[in-house]
């Protein structure tokens, strides 16, 4: 049943619906996290999710956060995220950190001196900007992975019931990955052995820090959907392989980046495409091929009580993910349990972006 407590990537959960992460921009102008952050997790807990993961954390000083960020690049942030870890078990909740080395930055503060890296300084575009970048050297991605490592430590440390590498959406991990990105010509390009080396050093340095039980999750595109050299379905599934061979405890699938084929980016106006659950093929056929060996997770889409149950019901998919619609509704899942079958009231307009204070449109109207 779909209400039955469960244990997915490694952690005991009152249901199979996670809040995948979504950025807050709720910290405080030095990334620590505020008495508002730590409302809105308390607020997600109270609706019934069974594990949320926060939005994507920075690992590194090498380079920038996005405006309003969480940080977890040092000691000192470990005391202010345990508080608010302490106050979100407090509501029975299950809190998965997303950890990223970003390789990006739509949002970064003003004045911010740092240079985005990236794997081979290949120009993104991002809307109407065309972003710069600095080409990666072995040092510095010796440097990055470590920072990995320690950020996740840190994540452990503050109490966080698991950690969730994000290499998904065009982020550091996933330009690696990705043919269109990566043109380098060292261990770290070309094959896609050598392509996907710096995630698993990534995960490798996170286990090393972390120890074997913890819970480490990854979130990966299934496919680029670029009109050129983006990573295809087949490369993904073999990386999932390694994945599962690095012993990672779940995989959240998802896929597309800024530079996506129109209608093919992560997050999608499923009205106006008429496809929801747009990942869930994807999913299915790796959770059937992972089946034993780690939880396969789907994001993407999902709306409905039915469509979820049946999705858990029907494949070997372990758990399936939801963000805008927990924007929209915090409660939603308590309210499903309480018999509901009522969809969410999200309508996919992805208003809900923002530089901080995230939240849905029409709840800040409702509340203004
Ligand atoms: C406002 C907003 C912020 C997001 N921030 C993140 C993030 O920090 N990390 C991440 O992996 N995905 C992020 N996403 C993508 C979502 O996790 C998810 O993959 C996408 O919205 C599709 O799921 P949905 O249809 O349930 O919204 C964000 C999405 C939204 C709408
Ligand atoms: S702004 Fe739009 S997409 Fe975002 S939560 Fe609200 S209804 Fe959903």
Redesign the pocket.
């Known amino acids: 049943m779909l209400f039955d407590r469960c244990r997915i990537g490694g952690i005991d959960a009152a249901c199979p619906i996670v809040r995948?992460?979504?950025?807050e921009g709720m910290a405080d102008a030095q990334g620590y996290p505020t008495d508002k952050l730590a409302q809105m997790y308390e607020r997600l807990a109270d609706g019934g999710v069974g594990v949320m993961i926060t939005?994507?954390m920075a690992v590194s000083t090498l380079e920038p956060r996005q405006h309003r960020q969480i940080r977890i690049d040092d000691d000192s942030c470990v005391a202010p995220l345990a508080d608010m870890v302490r106050r979100v078990h407090g509501h029975g909740g299950k809190i998965v950190a997303?950890i990223v080395v970003m390789g990006s930055s739509i949002m970064m503060p003003e004045g911010e001196g740092r240079v985005i890296v990236s794997p081979s300084g290949v120009t993104e575009k991002l809307g109407k900007i065309e972003q710069e970048s600095h080409a990666l050297t072995t040092d510095e991605i010796a440097r990055l992975t470590e920072d990995a490592g320690r950020a996740a430590l840190r994540a452990k440390e503050a109490g966080f019931d698991g950690v969730q590498f994000?290499s998904?959406?065009g982020y550091l991990a996933s330009k690696f990955l990705s043919p269109y990105f990566n043109r380098r010509d060292d261990e770290y390009g070309g094959s896609l052995e050598n392509r996907a080396r710096f995630l698993l050093e990534c995960i490798a340095s996170i286990r090393k820090h972390v120890g074997p039980e913890y819970p480490v999750w990854v979130?990966i595109n299934s496919e680029d959907f670029m009109k050129e050299g983006g990573m295809t379905f087949d490369e993904s599934l073999q990386v999932m392989e390694w994945l599962a061979d690095a012993k990672v405890s779940a995989i959240e699938v998802?896929g597309g980046n800024m530079s996506s084929l129109p209608r093919k980016g992560?997050?999608r106006a499923i009205r106006r495409t008429k496809e929801p659950m747009y990942f869930v093929p994807y999913a299915e056929k790796a959770a059937a091929k992972l089946k034993g060996r780690t939880d396969v997770g789907v994001?993407?889409?999902?709306r409905q009580v039915g469509e979820i149950e049946s999705c858990l019901a029907n494949t070997d998919i372990a758990f399936v993910?939801?963000?805008?619609?927990l924007?929209r509704q915090p409660d939603l899942p308590k309210l499903w349990r309480e018999g509901s079958t009522e969809p969410s009231t999200c309508i996919?307009c992805?208003r809900?972006?923002g530089a901080e204070d995230?939240d849905c449109i029409f709840n800040k109207q409702e509340k203004a």
């Open positions: 995948s992460a979504t950025f939005g994507m997303q994000h998904a959406h979130k998802s992560p997050i994001i993407g889409g999902f993910s939801l963000s805008r619609p924007l996919s992805s809900c972006f995230v």
